[in-house]
């Protein structure tokens, strides 16, 4: 199995936590669960962290069967709607996205 997480590495602006939630919930999880091929999807929300590590307020993991599944549900026209309606989410950020593609052990 696939794995594509996006790491939400800065910071939520102050008082602007739930409506960044809410905003994840309501407007991007339906799009994100539309993508196809896409298995699962989860949010992660940090609660805490090492003394010193880097801040990830929020986490996006996706599962895929394959690399095929994943390269298709990039190019699909719901992943680019979703792209602009970050764009929204991103006004209540202060930091920047990053992408990692594992490959998923199974035991």
């Not at 993508?35 to 962290?49: A, C, D, H, S, T």
């Not at 929020?58 to 298709?72: F, G, P, V």
């Amino acid at each position: 199995m696939i794995i594509r997480e996006a790491f939400f590495e800065g910071a939520i602006h102050a008082g602007k936590e739930d409506a960044f939630k809410a905003y994840v919930a309501e407007k991007l999880m339906p799009m994100w669960l539309k993508f196809p091929g896409i298995r699962e999807v989860k949010v992660l929300y940090n609660v805490e962290r090492d003394e010193g590590a880097p801040s990830y307020p929020m986490a996006l993991w996706t599962a895929y069967d394959s690399r095929e599944a994943l390269a298709a549900a990039l190019e699909s026209p719901v992943r680019y709607e979703s792209r602009e309606m970050t764009k929204g989410l991103m006004e209540m950020f202060d930091g920047h996205i990053h992408h990692h593609v594992f490959d998923l052990a199974l035991s």
